[in-house]
């Protein structure tokens, strides 16, 4: 049986889409003092170059938008040292949440340290060791990791609400204020500036880069990991009939992970595109006709669903051919049930996701108090906002009616066709049902997006595909490419 001990992947579940269980139950946040900048010389080998760097950790002020301070933003950078261009790139990387701190992209693959996760998925999270990341683009550019307000180090100021950030707007504009102040605090106004998000860090990216670009400074790329910009399109409501369409090639990656399906004669990346030109033709037809359908045609369907994700035909009739991602979880291997963000995986019945965050905070907190130099009086790093009422009354777009589109796939092309030189950049894991491969393809092909500016990659591995080793290394290959391309 394959049980889900990773410590990463189950904070992935805490800071993803679905609220985060633990942090209902976290106390109240404590106050943080820094004391001015901590910086740190340090060394090290990425991307087969030696290179010499500082660690700041600072705090950077921002305010709400009519020049009110509200919250103060802790942010770690890693900047190269001694003679480097000042248009040398900067990534600005940060996870989701939309109450996260941004632990995971952090010591899971853009820091100078990484958790190094085995390949091995039933491996104790014991045997899980702090090692150099190898990979990290500091060869090439700077990274600056930030954690929104009331995670990580990060607090709204004492007496503003939590729940003035609760919005997509809001939470955005943290981002578009830190990245403007710290390009002018470290004297680096012409570098090109990259946002890296995650899961809804990715929606977060889109907006944050529009207002920048509207205070007349566009990026000059962006980079969606397990995007979620067009999660109105590929959410399981029980009509949206395109997301069980764009859903069917990861249940197909999924089944055969399993080894639930025939694979002779096949290869994995092939029975993939199998599924995903089915899922878009046969597929999507009949469940168009709906209750119109012959039942012949039903049953034909439902045979091959059957051999795409090994799924027995009858539960795909049962469901009149909308089998939904939860159910098939569920289904696939009796008596167990598939963990929703690397379905690898298996979930234990009653595993409490508090006791893996509980043991990755100490690994987070362990490295900036020995690598980083942040005192330990400097207050508690929190993995997660513990508002309760934070992804509840969260406001995830512009446009409160039920009669508008979510703007971020408009958002996104208005600024590529403004600016001829911005890059997009999207990739996702096989594994990861919560944001599919599917729903990549399906953006990149329906958003108008200037193609020849878009890369698209499938990786090994679920919503935090860089836990697998051949995965990062191939993903931080493609950020290379990408930032030096212009």
């Not at 001694?82 to 248009?87: E, N, Q, T, V, Y």
């Not at 100078?112 to 039933?122: E, F, L, Q, T």
């Not at 990580?152 to 503003?160: E, I, N």
């Not at 958002?411 to 594994?431: I, T």
């Amino acid at each position: 049986m394959r049980v889900s001990r990773l410590p990463l992947l189950a904070l992935a579940i805490t800071l993803g889409i679905a609220a985060p269980a633990f942090a209902q139950d976290a106390p109240v946040l404590s106050p943080v003092t820094l004391p001015g900048p901590v910086t740190v010389d340090h060394s090290g080998t990425f991307g087969g170059r030696k290179v010499a760097y500082q660690s700041v950790v600072e705090a950077i002020d921002v305010n709400d938008g009519a020049g009110k301070p509200d919250a103060r933003l802790v942010a770690t950078s890693y900047i190269a040292k001694g003679g480097m261009d000042a248009r040398r790139p900067v990534l600005f990387v940060f996870n989701g949440g939309p109450i996260g701190a941004s632990a995971p992209l952090h010591m899971g693959a853009f820091g100078p340290k990484r958790v190094a996760v085995p390949d091995d998925i039933n491996a104790d999270p014991s045997t899980f060791r702090l090692v150099d990341n190898v990979y990290t683009p500091l060869d090439v550019a700077d990274v600056v990791v930030f954690d929104p307000a009331n995670t990580g180090y990060s607090r709204t100021l004492p007496g503003v609400a939590p729940e003035t950030q609760f919005s997509n707007v809001a939470d955005a504009r943290q981002l578009a204020q830190l990245v403007l102040a710290w390009r002018r605090i470290h004297g680096r106004p012409e570098a090109p500036v990259y946002l890296v998000g995650e899961s809804y860090g990715t929606m977060r990216a889109v907006e944050a880069a529009d207002q920048l670009q509207a205070a007349g400074d566009p990026v000059a790329g962006i980079f969606l990991l397990g995007q979620a910009v067009n999660i109105i399109e590929y959410a399981q409501r029980p009509n949206n009939i395109i997301s069980y369409a764009v859903s069917l090639p990861t249940l197909a990656a999924v089944a055969w992970s399993h080894d639930k399906v025939a694979r002779q004669g096949r290869t994995f990346e092939g029975f993939v595109k199998e599924a995903q030109a089915y899922g878009a033709g046969e597929y999507l037809t009949v469940l168009f006709q709906g209750d119109t359908a012959a039942p012949e045609r039903m049953a034909a369907v439902a045979a091959k669903l059957q051999d795409f994700t090994g799924v027995p035909a009858a539960e795909f009739l049962k469901r009149r051919l909308k089998l939904t991602k939860n159910d098939f979880l569920r289904l696939l291997v009796p008596g167990q049930t598939l963990d929703s963000y690397d379905a690898r995986y298996t979930v234990p019945a009653g595993q409490p996701m508090a006791l893996y965050a509980s043991r990755f905070e100490p690994e987070m907190v362990g490295y900036f108090q020995s690598f980083l130099k942040v005192p330990a009086a400097a207050g508690t790093y929190s993995l997660a906002n513990p508002a309760e009422a934070a992804f509840e009354s969260w406001e995830w777009a512009k446009n409160k009616t039920p009669f508008f589109d979510w703007p971020y796939v408009g958002q996104l092309k208005a600024m590529m066709d403004k600016n001829p030189k911005m890059r997009l950049y999207v990739a996702n894991g096989y594994f990861d049902t919560q944001t599919t491969i599917g729903a990549m393809d399906y953006l990149a092909s329906q958003s108008g997006l200037p193609r020849d500016r878009v890369r698209t990659a499938d990786f090994a591995g679920g919503h935090m595909f860089y836990t697998v080793e051949a995965s990062l290394k191939a993903f931080m290959d493609d950020v290379r490419r990408v930032v030096t391309a212009n």
